[in-house]
């Protein structure tokens, strides 16, 4: 961004590798500054004047340099010795270039327990500090000896009331405590020195393993950062917003991918504070004239205009979002999905399709793909693949395609060049973090995002169908690496919200899965991804892809389907013993589900039935799926996943040498 | 075992795959029995009759079918609905063979909590059971929502007094609670019905996510195992010793090793508790006569032989423990270390050793494998590898050789075939899990475990050295599926005993280590693992293996092995400005240090300064490395590993493209 807004910056402990890896990653993906971890430098080959020059050379400034530990002691000998240590680290700071040094709360036992013999510490490490032009910013730490929870650490803060001498605030820190922090708002902006972004899910462990290893960059965990960062704002803090991540899965993943994600979560928070800004602004007397202005200026960062500068409280802030990163354009629903197939796999497909109720409406005009259609389900069979058969693109129903497409851009997803001949449609796509490509599309329109005129009609015979009404979710089994990243990719870029996360005891490992949809459950995308990475021996059937069909009679379409030769897949009998046992259903019931092999998921908090019924494989490791929702049924039938593995297994041992 | 002792069992909800997966890999194993997980029966195709059938063949009895949850019920209609839903339970148990049935306290909110009307439902449900020949055991879930302790448990079924009603008692949910085992022994044993072993590492966290995710095999976690098993064996429990594990790297591995590491767990087990249960002999009346009798016997399975059968208190129960199976033979240090390299990294590998003074005083008669000695350190070259340099195989000084390598394999270490010429010494190894030969030796003897005869020396002039002692440890980089398998296989076949445990950020991702040693500190072996597997983008350089030689000056050794022209490590100068920082050193001895590349690390709890300097990467993964302990430093130097790893990532960018 580095416009009018407020800058972003990441910590190096977010990424993987070296120092100058972490650094070309960060600036790569547009961060305007850093946070210096200080076990990256001490492990660097490059002297700290050496990296002041490599981030200028990137466009990176030092924002902070961190952490400080255990500075305040009820040993003098001790805190002299510590102020000796910060003396070289000043030394070091000098020569970074950086004006601000974190000092976390003390966990040692001889931390001071006494709040103004620890101001008085405080503000004699400020007083070095000062001259040496350099800033403290001290944090709470969840975990501190003594002093764990922010409005401890402004006590103190206050205390000590020296000008070197601020706060530095965590938002994992504070919020998992639970602390409130919406008197945030009451503390000088001035005072602010320094803010740190950690989303985190919501975990029964012990804090400090919960922050070393569980931390998540906001919007894939469960904090309300929106909420967190109102109030910062309000008080006028006018630095960074700064990621400080610990996450062992981002620690060990390409850190270039990584940093991008980093940086579209700060996008994303941005906007969702301004949006719900906006949501009270109707309440708030001071804040029209500056908002509007920031909504018509012509930036092109997702600007979040805070209060830059300003004195306290003159005006609250304002976070400010501009036109083009208005929300995410209304969804209507899947347009179609694509499935790329080698050719036999391909045909594969089209006579499940078939059987499955589906018409052949249309031959693209360039290319081996044909369109089928049933209701308002869509699927592309394209024969260009050259591996089996997978999800080869998702397209949705965008009131805007245009806007919707500049959105995603926006958000860092990168434009996927298309090839296309000169009749044909401009339909904008971009690619998700697993490479699938996501288009905007507005099915039977002309024009942007319309699409179907790149088919010739087939004039195949109209059928009755077998009752599918459209394309209910998508399953997308995503790689280890990834997973976190793409759900947010998701929830920011089609303005999904996610609705479901669970874990089920797969039979080969524990599966995560998580699932996002639109308000009006019009477009559902569901993710799943091995907890740990699959052992040399788990089949590649382990982690298959799906298209889920909607029907409101899954029995009825399960026996068109079978009755027109669909390869559905056979469900043991065991599990139809239990389910009985379970749930004592009527017997008829009980044996159109044991024929059909359907399964009757009762898993969701909300309640509501899950009536599904798989194919088997087709062309390796992608299915179809018929699902019928009833009352209300709000989940995806996670708790019977395990058996339809099991199930997928056994079909592929038995159809194919492993 | 199938023999006099008590049997061993394995639930299959232990191992990954599907049903048929599992049972193989248990019979495969050796297991006496299983018991069958619900949800891998109702996911099989296989009928409970055809399950059966299955067990028979593989020689595997079906000890238990579990589990059955929230049976008890303050609604009488639920309740009714939980006794019908368990006749159809019955009804699989018929089929399968099975007569016993785990039956977990209640963690539903309508779970009963008069104590005598839970014992009437409990109760109530025996009888429904013993109609059928089928016997309820009855468990308490540490996190039951009335019932949490095995005392409550006992005190239900003491109250129902009914014979078709015992209790399951599982080491996990007791020893998670930190109750006290040994009034076990006062429970009369034929009211013990079953027993579940597992272990676990200590973790702050929810007990059921502990539960869940992080169980660990017996010997692999920090439960004092033999201490619980005792009681429940002076009970006259007769029933299998049974292994419940849920662990989330197990559920994804190949069953096949996991259940033979598994089943090495019970014969560790077996051993430890006899061996606990004959220090304290003397002071039980009753004992010696069985015990000596039993440790007479020629049985060769590690057996426990319990009170089989025997009444109540008739007599205190023993383990007994055949002289095949003893305490492994004391060790004596690393005989040596063997190096695979291929020619050319064998010739730099030799160069170094060169470098650091050793000797070459030896050639294979008849491999290309060369011996080079200084002090106690033996490192053999064997230029037959084919990709880099690695461990090729570890060796130690054993007072019994043959004894030894049986042990080995009585503890299911496989036996190495060798290759050797008719007037080469029978040198007997097994294999590691991770496949690496570890010899049992008797340097400079002839006969079983001597080596030396297969050199010819060389009568290459004797140098002075520079200092090295002897092999300090080495440092090996176990796969990520069989990490608590290694260092289970360590500490049983070996004998050692683990000393440090920790985990370290790392530049490519969290690090685990766990070392482990002889209580003389002659055999060291430290084993690390990413804790998380690489992603695409980590280098090959994350997971080097090392060979640590001892010295007594590191400063010295170093400067001598630099001036020889040794490749030593260059570590930054941030690591010295920061450990100035941080220590206050002399500074002649920081310079020393900063020249040399020395690490200077205080990481242990029990004090002790540890120094090392390490190579280059030698062959791509594989680094010597010169440690001197100081103050009897006891550990492993993790606290400065990263920096190491750091300084190797560089190495490797400098002197070869990734």
Chains 1, 2 share one sequence.
């Not at 490490?125 to 929870?149: C, F, P, Q, S």
């Not at 259903?585 to 969701?604: K, M, N, S």
Request: contains cysteine; charged residues 25%; glycine residues 8%.
């Amino acid at each position: 961004m580095r416009r009018d807004g407020l800058r972003t910056a990441l910590a190096t402990v977010c990424l993987s590798g070296t120092l100058e890896d972490k650094l070309t990653a960060a600036a790569d993906a547009g961060f305007d500054g850093v946070e210096i971890f200080e076990p990256d430098l001490v492990a660097a080959p490059l002297s700290p004047g050496d990296v002041r020059v490599r981030c200028a050379d990137l466009g990176l400034s030092i924002d902070l340099y961190q952490p400080f530990r255990d500075l305040d002691s009820t040993d003098p000998d001790r805190f002299a010795a510590n102020l000796r240590r910060a003396e070289r680290k000043f030394d070091v700071m000098a020569e970074l270039g950086a004006d601000t040094v974190l000092v976390c709360s003390s966990v040692s036992p001889d931390a001071v327990t006494d709040d103004d013999r620890l101001a008085e510490q405080l503000a004699t490490l400020a007083d070095g500090a000062a001259r040496r032009g350099v800033r403290i910013a001290y944090e709470a730490l969840a975990w501190g000896a003594h002093v764990n929870t922010y409005e401890h650490s402004w006590d103190v803060v206050a205390r000590a009331d020296h000008p070197a001498l601020g706060l530095c605030l965590d938002s994992f820190h504070i919020l998992s405590r639970g602390s409130d922090p919406a008197p945030i708002a009451d503390i000088p902006g001035e005072k602010l020195f320094f803010l740190q972004l950690a989303d985190a899910p919501h975990l029964s462990m012990d804090v400090l393993q919960w922050s070393r290893h569980h931390r998540l960059f906001p919007g894939q965990g469960a904090f309300d950062l929106p909420a967190f960062l109102r109030p910062v704002l309000a008080a006028g803090y006018a630095g960074p917003l700064s990621l400080e991540v610990f996450n062992d899965v981002f620690r060990q993943a390409d850190p270039v991918p990584t940093a991008v994600d980093a940086r579209r979560s700060l996008l994303a928070l941005a906007e969702a504070t301004a949006r719900a800004e906006a949501a009270t602004a109707g309440a708030v007397a001071e804040a029209p004239a500056d908002g509007a202005a920031a909504a018509e200026a012509p930036a092109d960062g997702a600007a979040v205009a805070g209060a830059v500068g300003a004195g306290r409280r003159a005006a609250p802030a304002t976070v400010a979002i501009d036109p083009v990163n208005a929300p995410a354009p209304p969804l209507a629903g899947h347009a179609f999905v694509e499935i790329t197939a080698e050719p036999h796999a391909a045909g594969q497909v089209g006579a499940a399709l078939s059987a499955l109720g589906f018409v052949r409406t249309g031959r693209h005009r360039t290319k081996p793909v044909e369109r089928w259609e049933q209701g308002r389900a869509r699927v592309l069979v394209n024969a260009r693949g050259n591996d089996g058969a997978a999800l080869g693109a998702l397209a949705v129903e965008s009131a805007d395609p245009p806007a919707a497409a500049r959105r995603a851009q926006r958000l860092l997803a990168p434009l996927l060049p298309r090839e296309r001949g000169p009749a044909e449609a401009d339909l904008a796509a971009v690619a998700a973090p697993d490479g699938t490509p996501l288009f905007f599309c507005r099915t039977g329109a002309g024009g942007p995002g319309g699409w179907s005129t790149d088919f010739v009609p087939t004039r195949e015979a109209p059928r009755a169908g077998i009752g599918i009404t459209g394309i209910d979710h998508v399953g997308l089994s995503e790689p280890f690496d990834h997973f976190d990243e793409a759900a947010l990719f998701y929830r920011s870029v089609l303005g999904l919200t996610p609705v479901s996360a669970g874990e089920f005891a797969a039979p080969f490992g524990l599966v995560r899965g998580r699932a996002l949809t639109d308000e009006a459950r019009t477009v559902r995308v569901a993710l799943t991804v091995a907890r740990l990475r699959r052992g040399d021996w788990a089949p590649a059937v382990a982690d298959p892809q799906y298209v889920a069909f909607a029907t409101d009679d899954v029995l009825a379409a399960a026996r068109a389907a079978r009755d027109a030769g669909a390869p559905l897949l056979a469900i043991p009998d065991n599990y139809y013993d239990d389910l009985g046992a379970r749930l004592e259903l009527p017997p008829e019931r009980l044996a159109a589900y044991r024929d059909l092999g359907v399964l009757h998921t009762v898993d969701h908090p909300d309640g509501g039935v899950y009536l599904q019924v798989g194919t088997e494989l087709l062309g390796g490791r992608l299915f179809l799926l018929l699902v019928q929702r009833v009352d209300g049924y709000d989940g995806y039938g996670w708790a019977d996943a395990p058996v339809r593995m099991a199930a997928h297994r056994r079909n592929r041992l038995v159809r194919t040498t492993l």
